[in-house]
């Protein structure tokens, strides 16, 4: 399964746009790209998957250049209800790697407002 | 509704004994999983089911023990032997059976061990 490098931490400000990326240079092929946002003492929750160029649905957009190996997770206008971990995966569906998963520390956004 | 369920929310253990969290899922997925999380840390994975009767290590399992005799319902046992089980635990299920299908969530059991 790729590695995935993402910032610790990242402040916003109430009403701006957020932008994570995240590097993951030895994707495969048949990766997607998945980010997950938890809140604390809670599971995880999907936001959006991608695989190449951009995706968008209703709380997010996901940016993939040509070369896949990194992405970036955008939040149009962040509220303080977005203040959370986010987490980025990368993993191919139906793959056999599922027992090397990994979350890793993800980047906690704090809004302000 | 239909969602993934734990139980007990909260979970007190003595040392030496051994508990088990509960995990129940009616979306009809195949796939269900167990995770481990510390203070500050992301999630790791302990075991994971892709259907009936099946079931793989991950990355923690020692400690550990699962068993998957029904499509809903994937129970973890936390032994003795895990030597610091004090953590969040979340249990997910997919239905695609792969590190890039979407995984839903519970809402976690916290274990304090005493």
């Known amino acids: 399964l790729a590695k995935t490098t993402q910032p610790i931490s990242m402040d916003s400000y109430e009403g701006q746009e957020v932008n994570i990326t995240c590097s993951h240079n030895n994707i495969a092929t048949n990766d997607y790209i998945t980010w997950y946002q938890q809140f604390p003492s809670q599971g995880p929750r999907f936001i959006i998957q991608g695989y190449k160029t951009k995706v968008t649905n209703e709380v997010a957009s996901l940016f993939i250049p040509a070369d896949r190996k990194s992405s970036t997770l955008s939040l149009p206008r962040v509220s303080l209800s977005d203040t959370a971990v986010y987490y980025c995966l990368v993993g191919s569906q139906g793959s056999s790697n599922t027992g090397k998963l990994i979350f890793g520390q993800g980047t906690t956004l704090q809004v302000k407002p | 509704d239909g969602g993934i369920t734990q139980s007990p929310k909260y979970l007190f253990r003595k040392e030496g004994q051994n508990v088990t969290l509960s995990c129940e899922q009616n979306l009809n997925h195949d796939a269900m999983y167990w995770y481990r999380q510390d203070p500050g840390q992301g999630l790791r994975l302990i075991y994971y089911s892709q259907i009936v009767n099946d079931f793989q290590k991950g990355d923690i399992a020692e400690g550990y023990s699962v068993s998957r005799e029904k499509k809903e319902s994937f129970p973890l046992t936390v032994t003795s032997a895990q030597k610091n089980p004090t953590a969040f635990y979340l249990c997910?299920?997919?239905?695609?059976?792969?590190?890039?299908?979407?995984?839903?969530f519970g809402p976690g059991t916290r274990l304090t061990v005493l």
């Open positions: 997910a299920s997919s239905i695609e059976r792969g590190a890039g299908g979407e995984q839903f």
